[in-house]
């Protein structure tokens, strides 16, 4: 299993910004798919999850209505789309697997991580 | 919402202790809950679910019990390899986390 992450970087507040997360090694139509990000020096914070086949998808209240999260079965691939993004959204985001099919609330657990990457919003 | 709380925030501990983390759920939640290691500018690594389930991989020093409310992660005999970060999970919301430093 494999999630590499790629985008992310500076980014002006109130700008948009698309993270991506292209994975390999398992079944992915099968899996659902979260974000998670981490603050400099912070704790975890769950940020976004999509069921397996798409019909579900979940945000923290933060991020409600400024993020999407999406996926696309045929490339492997699941994505963050990040608009009118805030200092407070400076953090290294990771996408991680879901055990199951994910959105399933208490059940969902994160078997593996990508690298992460840093997104840094900053005038 | 569920809340999770974590203790302690930091626990100093030499190679060989026997260490214990605790989480406590503002609600019952079953069963669901998961234990990661954090190391430094590393990605989280999946030790513990369903409270009680060892990942695979996982060296058996790990383990996790509790149901309801109260969890706990216990290291049996701490290694210099589990110096790092923990934190419970319990569907989308983590714990504080513990750093776990060499005493």
């Known amino acids: 299993v494999q999630l590499v992450q790629s985008g992310g970087g500076v980014v002006q507040p109130g700008r948009s910004l698309r993270l991506s997360c292209a994975a390999s090694?398992?079944?992915?139509?099968?899996?659902?798919m979260h974000w998670v990000r981490q603050a400099p020096g912070k704790g975890l914070e769950w940020v976004a999850v999509?069921?397996?086949?798409?019909?579900?998808?979940y945000y923290v209240d933060s991020v409600k209505g400024r993020f999407t999260i999406s996926r696309d079965n045929s490339r492997n691939s699941v994505y963050l789309q990040m608009n009118g993004l805030t200092i407070d959204d400076t953090a290294v985001y990771y996408c991680a697997r879901d055990k199951g099919v994910g959105a399933s609330g208490g059940e969902d657990t994160f078997d593996y991580w990508g690298q992460g990457t840093l997104v840094t919003v900053s005038s | 919402d569920i809340q999770m709380t974590q203790s302690p925030f930091t626990l100093s501990a030499s190679v060989g202790d026997r260490v214990t983390i605790t989480c406590r759920a503002s609600q019952t939640i079953n069963s669901w809950l998961a234990w990661y290691q954090q190391k430094p500018g590393k990605a989280p690594k999946l030790l513990i679910y369903?409270?009680?389930t060892l990942e695979s991989g996982v060296p058996p020093r790990f383990s996790g019990s509790g149901s309801g409310t109260e969890f706990t992660l216990t290291i049996s005999s701490l290694q210099p390899d589990d110096f790092a970060t923990y934190y419970c999970q319990q569907a989308y919301t983590f714990g504080q986390g513990t750093k776990v430093e060499i005493k």
């Open positions: 369903d409270a009680s």
């Open positions: 090694g398992f079944t992915f139509r099968t899996s659902g």
């Open positions: 999509i069921s397996h086949d798409a019909k579900s998808q």
